[in-house]
């Protein structure tokens, strides 16, 4: 760290009178930034400090999502212009939807749901892939004030049960198959196995059949979706936008906790919608009409916000693509998308640069393309590491933005307001909060720390619109996780440092939460799998650094003793009962035995120790430990599988 001293440099354009005008005087702001949304009942005020755990936003007023993402645009003339323009390099096929056409779309499927039992408040799971009927049934629960929850295709039965289990969906809308780069994922004997784990049995299935792999339908409870909507349309059933409170549930979203169990993330309508109608203009510099090209997944919350609510809620055209950055067929994917439709700006994750720039490290493919529509890049999901931003620089020569996120938060933290004038970029830094964000780095015993000193990253209460109001059904998992550990904050669990010109370095996470590709998982949950093998005395799981993915789960095992069958086979069927029980997208791949676990006096496994080894970074013997030879053993292990200094 720079221990010399500096002077904060003024911020140029817009930006820091806006932070200042949120914090300073909230109301006014964010009723402002309200007038963007259309409102059957407009909000007479912003925020009600004594509703909800930490108050509510826009605790007065009422509207509707689908009507602001869709049907508004098309009465203001923007009928014909495409509202998702879907490109699926694995199935070889593109599609063109106008908002004319979505609203039909999104009106019909609503008219089918309502006749299945669905109606305002009423959960529907939604276990698809990145195809236009997964956002036609998003913006259809929306439509009739229900509550959707999205689960991501990479998760196995088990994580979907659990899911279904705590929403207890009226229905579940799901596709036969996904279709990855290697292989087709029968999504429909998944959902049919978790529906069997569950307790709670959703009295429909509405199954979209793909021609890579059509599903059975099971009599009475599934219904085929092609054959279901095109009665309904024929019959002219369709729904209109139901009125909901700007404080009702318009989806939920399951995330990673420190437990096996996830947490499902709430989002309210209201102040979702006034926070990423600010976003667009303001934070992307983008206007309506243009087009925005987010290439994540609908599981995660990049997806519902910059893939399916933002972009339509702005009156932008939204690309779905169902592919890959690279392999689909090559690391220019990105690059086609990008010119063929015109893309203002790109948001993907850092691991994605880093597949494009192991295939194509000179950036060769960038040039086989017209990129003069293209502005920004957008990064987030994970720490940029600055060696990727700078190689995207020079290959685009537009703006590379990191940015910083979490799904409770549904919109960035932090970021760089490129439409309020962008900021000069620190490359390692997601630059500044965004309005609403009263952010500070807190000590352990929740005092601010100096700019430039490490500690917990913290958000003053109250959150601003957007945020979780709440945990589903788990207000005081609500409470403890976040609210308990700094009265007045919100705990982000993620560490970090702010320095004297205001931009916040993010430095990973301070629970067990690991980020794979992008993709937030729990170490916790993945010991839990390893706990339950038959042969497994007890666990560690550890994230390890990875060039490709950020980090990559590794787990470490003790056998019961009498145990003598060959570890080999056992740490493969350890791997195996990952991937079957949270699935593919754990990444689970390394499992070692080993005799013992380095824990302290007290009992707890030095799983930052046992990480430092594995990243081959220097690293002590804590006081704590008896026996220091264990690491010298973890060290070994990890040696003999190429990981680590040794
Ligand atoms: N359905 C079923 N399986 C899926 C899946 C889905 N939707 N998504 C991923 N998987 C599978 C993959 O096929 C892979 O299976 P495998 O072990 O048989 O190869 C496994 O889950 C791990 O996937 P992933 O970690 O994504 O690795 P990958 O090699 O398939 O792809 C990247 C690597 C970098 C290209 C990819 O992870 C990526 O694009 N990441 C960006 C993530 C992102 O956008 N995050 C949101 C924040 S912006
Ligand atoms: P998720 O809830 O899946 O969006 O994951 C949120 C977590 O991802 C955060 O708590 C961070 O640990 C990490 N993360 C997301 N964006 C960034 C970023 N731009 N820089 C560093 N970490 C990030």
């Keep these: ?122 959960r529907v799971v939604i276990y698809m892939p990145m195809v236009p009927e997964a956002l036609f049934g998003m913006l259809a629960c929306a439509r009739l004030g229900a509550v959707h929850s999205v689960v991501f295709g990479g998760f196995a039965a088990n994580e979907l049960a659990i899911r279904i289990a705590d929403a207890a969906p009226k229905v579940v809308l799901a596709a036969s198959c996904g279709i990855e780069p290697n292989r087709v994922v029968a999504y429909k004997p998944l959902l049919d196995a978790a529906i069997a784990a569950c307790a709670h049995k959703p009295a429909a299935c509405l199954v979209l059949q793909r021609p890579q792999a059509p599903a059975e339908l099971v009599p009475g409870r599934d219904h085929d979706w092609a054959e279901t909507v095109a009665r309904a349309t024929a019959e002219g059933r369709r729904a209109e936008c139901v009125t909901v409170a700007a404080t009702d549930p318009l989806y939920i979203l399951y995330t990673s906790g420190t437990t096996g169990k996830p947490k499902g993330v709430v989002r309210d309508t209201g102040g979702y919608c006034v926070a990423l109608a600010w976003s667009m203009p303001n934070l992307y510099d983008v206007a309506p009409g243009e087009t925005y090209f987010c290439a994540s997944d609908i599981g995660w919350v990049v997806g519902h916000s910059y893939i399916v609510y933002a972009p339509l809620l702005h009156g932008c055209t939204t690309v779905l693509y169902e592919g890959k950055p690279v392999g689909t067929p090559d690391a220019g994917a990105l690059w086609r998308v990008v010119s063929e439709y015109g893309a203002a700006c790109l948001f993907t994750a850092p691991t994605a640069l880093r597949a494009i720039k192991k295939e194509d490290p000179r950036a060769e493919l960038v040039g086989a393309y017209d990129l003069s529509a293209f502005r920004t890049l957008f990064l987030a999901g994970e720490r940029a590491d600055p ?115 205001g931009y916040v370095t993010v430095l990973g996470r301070t629970d067990d939460i690991i980020n794979v590709a992008g993709h937030r ?92 080894i594995a990243d081959g970074e220097p690293w002590t013997t804590p006081p704590t430990i008896d026996d220091a030879g264990v690491l010298d053993e973890i060290g070994a292990s990890l040696k003999g599988r190429g990981i680590g200094a040794g």
């Excluded at 912003?46 to 602001?68: S, V």
Aim: glycine fraction near 10%; include cysteine; charged fraction near 20%.
């Design 1 to 122: 760290m720079d221990a010399t001293p500096h002077t904060p440099t003024p911020l140029p354009g817009r930006y820091a009178e806006a932070h200042a005008a949120s914090l300073r005087d909230p109301e006014a702001f964010w009723l402002d930034a309200a007038q963007a949304i259309d409102w059957a009942c407009p909000p007479t005020r912003a925020f009600d400090r004594a509703a909800g755990t930490y108050g509510r936003w826009f605790p007065d007023a009422t509207l509707n999502a689908c009507h602001n993402a869709v049907d508004r645009h098309v009465a203001a003339g923007r009928g014909d212009q495409a509202a998702i323009l879907y490109d699926s390099p694995v199935t070889g096929t593109k599609r063109r939807i106008t908002y004319a056409a979505l609203r039909d779309a999104v009106a019909v499927l609503a008219g089918v749901l309502s006749d299945l039992g669905v109606g305002r408040g009423d």
């Design 387 to 501: 060696d990727s931003v700078a190689w995207a620089e020079r290959a685009l020569g537009r703006p590379v933005i990191d940015h910083w996120w979490q799904t409770e938060t549904g919109w960035a933290i932090a970021g760089n307001p490129v439409g309020l004038g962008q900021l000069p970029v620190k490359h390692g830094s997601a630059c500044v909060p965004m309005p609403g964000y009263d952010l500070a780095v807190l000590d352990e015993a929740g005092k601010p720390v100096p700019a430039g000193t490490m500690g917990t990253i913290a958000l003053r209460l109250p959150l601003p619109p957007g945020c979780l109001p709440t945990l589903w059904g788990s207000e005081e998992r609500f409470r403890s996780s976040y609210l308990a550990t700094y009265p007045g904050w919100y705990d982000t669990s993620d560490a970090g440092i702010v320095d004297a010109d």
């Design 521 to 612: 998982l729990s170490t916790g949950s993945m010991e839990a799998v390893l706990a339950s093998h038959p042969d497994v005395a007890e666990c560690a799981v550890i994230g390890i650094r990875d060039a490709l993915k950020g980090e990559q789960p590794c787990g470490f095992v003790v056998l019961k003793s009498g145990v003598d069958r060959p570890t080999q086979a056992i740490e493969g069927e350890l791997v195996a009962l990952v991937r079957e029980q949270i699935g593919p997208v754990a990444a689970f791949k390394l499992a070692l035995t080993v005799q013992r676990l380095p824990k302290t006096r007290s009992g707890k496994i030095l799983r930052g120790t046992m990480k430092r």
